[in-house]
Nanobody, 124 residues
Framework: QVQLVESGGGAVQAGGSLRLSCAASGYTYSSVCMGWFRQVPGKEREGVVIINSYRNIMYADSVKGRFTISQDNAKNTLYLQMNSLKPEDTAMYYC??????????????????WGQGTQVTVSS
């Protein structure tokens, strides 16, 4: 059974940093879509950063230059380093992975497994 468990969220002041982690278990897929999403109550979920099957990384314009995705294959963990946080970054953050390999384009429907989310709150 595949499980994704996020951690690292919390409350910070604007300008601060957080590192989110997403630990995967029971997961053996490779060359698939991986990414981080976020959602604010009452709004649609949005992609923050996505890695496609060819390791191309796509950041949302709103986080470019501030957020960095990375992964530790030995630990089966995906990270999201978030710097220079802004109040508008406040949201529930989710990691997600797909199961179909060799996808150059990853839409939200490309993701099969989702974590439970970790809350990030940035105060001004």
């Amino acid at each position: 059974q595949v499980q994704l468990v996020e951690s690292g969220g919390g409350a910070v002041q604007a300008g601060g940093s957080l590192r989110l982690s997403c630990a995967a278990s029971g997961y053996t897929y490779s060359s698939v879509c991986m990414g981080w999403f976020r959602q604010v109550p009452g709004k649609e979920r949005e992609g923050v950063v996505i890695i496609n099957s060819y390791r191309n990384i796509m950041y949302a314009d709103s986080v470019k230059g501030r957020f960095t995705i990375s992964q530790d294959n030995a630990k089966n963990t995906l990270y999201l380093q978030m710097n220079s946080l802004k109040p508008e970054d406040t949201a529930m953050y989710y990691c997600a992975v797909g199961t179909t390999p060799y996808r150059s384009w990853c839409s939200e429907t490309s993701f099969t497994y989702w974590g439970q989310g970790t809350q990030v709150t940035v105060s001004s």
